[in-house]
């Protein structure tokens, strides 16, 4: 089949995505709308969950496993759409609708891409194009839980929008629970350790720190105080106040060295809801970076967190469509940026397919 059938495939796809409400861990009608994608295509295909999967057609034991990768669950629409934000419409280039440009155009154009290759003989890597589910909520029945069903990838792309420039590492998260005590008690009488007053520092110390390691890709460890929560009515003194810490880490640090020094030097008790989404990142050697490169794209470091989190291996973050659209009022997405995408993965993927001595990683 042709790419340019592929494309108008693609474009029909993704309008039946945006119309199908999907979000995370409520993915099951989009994954009926991706079985037919298959089924259509004739490509045997696994499914669990939400989540589908399914390898090229002559798969070669032995040879590297390339994942594509990318997910078709959805936040919830924000109080500022003016749009029905499930009607997919077409208007001066630009498809609207939820989910649209995050990651719907990048789904649909990396299907294309693999529906084009799945039947190409002597290819230098097996392909496995998995569409995920959850990975707008880092659930628990997403990307993830597929690698424990799927040959350990040796790299990956990640469609995610990036406006088809390459980035090549991206920020890890890690967020905090903070507790700042005090001392409980009537709002009428004297307290010289209200916990609401003692946060006054707190914020401030949390506000000014740094973290000493910066990266040229990534810049700083981005700690930012998210939330706040303390006391129930007007004429009590509260016992505690807690906060939410979101940090966007670097390559510089793992999880598991922020979280010791905040343990270490934080003003009040702090404790982690998980260490396991840690920043990713491809050597910019890579033979599909350098592919990237000698097309003209640029290499970059992304702040935004992807299921790239949860690989092991070498991954590039890649796709159509523009992050800041993404969760946003009124998202939409460029047809022009989808037809675009598939060619440029198409580009890039048979220059790297079609190369040799390639080495199985370890």
Excluded at 197 to 219: A, H, M, P
Excluded at 310 to 334: M, N, Q, W
Aim: charged share 20%.
């Amino acid at each position: 089949m042709s790419l340019e059938t592929l494309k108008k495939e693609a474009l029909e796809l993704l309008t039946e995505l945006v119309e199908t409400p999907s979000f995370s861990k409520e993915e099951h009608n989009t994954a009926k709308l991706l079985e037919a994608w298959f089924e259509q295509h004739q490509i045997p295909f696994h499914r669990e969950n939400n989540n589908l999967w399914a390898f090229n057609k002559h798969y070669k034991e032995g040879a590297p496993l390339l994942l594509l990768n990318s997910h078709h669950d959805t936040v919830k629409p924000n109080v500022g759409y003016t749009r029905d934000p499930f009607m997919a419409t077409l208007e001066d280039g630009k498809l609207f609708g939820l989910g649209s440009n995050d990651a719907g155009g990048c789904l649909v154009s990396l299907l294309a891409v693999f529906t084009w290759l799945y039947d190409q003989k002597n290819l230098n890597y097996n392909l496995v194009m998995v569409a995920s589910a959850e990975e707008e909520n880092s659930g628990a029945n997403g990307l993830n839980s597929v690698l424990k069903s799927i040959p350990a990838p040796d790299v990956a792309i990640v469609g995610e929008p990036t406006q088809m420039q390459l980035a090549i590492a991206e920020k890890g998260l890690v967020v905090f629970d903070a507790t700042i005590a005090g001392t409980p008690g009537h709002a009428a009488h004297p307290n010289d350790n209200n916990a609401i007053y003692n946060t006054i520092e707190v914020l401030q110390w949390f506000k000014d720190y740094k973290f000493e390691k910066s990266s040229d890709l990534l810049g700083d460890v981005k700690l930012t105080v998210s939330q706040i929560q303390a006391g129930t009515q007007h004429n009590v003194v509260p016992a505690a106040v807690k906060l939410v810490i979101d940090v966007r880490v670097n390559e510089k640090y793992s999880n598991a060295e922020i979280n010791e020094i905040l343990q270490n030097e934080a003003p009040c008790s702090i404790e982690p809801r998980s260490l396991r989404l840690g920043s990713s990142s491809i050597p910019e050697d890579h033979p599909l970076v350098q592919a990237g490169i000698n097309m003209g794209r640029k290499t970059y470091g992304s702040p935004t967190l992807s299921d790239q989190a949860v690989l092991s291996c070498p991954s590039l973050k890649l796709g159509p469509g523009d992050s800041t659209r993404s969760h946003s009022a009124d998202e939409f997405i460029y047809v022009d940026e989808i037809f675009k995408g598939i060619d440029i993965y198409a580009e890039l993927l048979e220059s790297v397919l079609a190369k040799k001595s390639v080495q199985k990683s370890h």
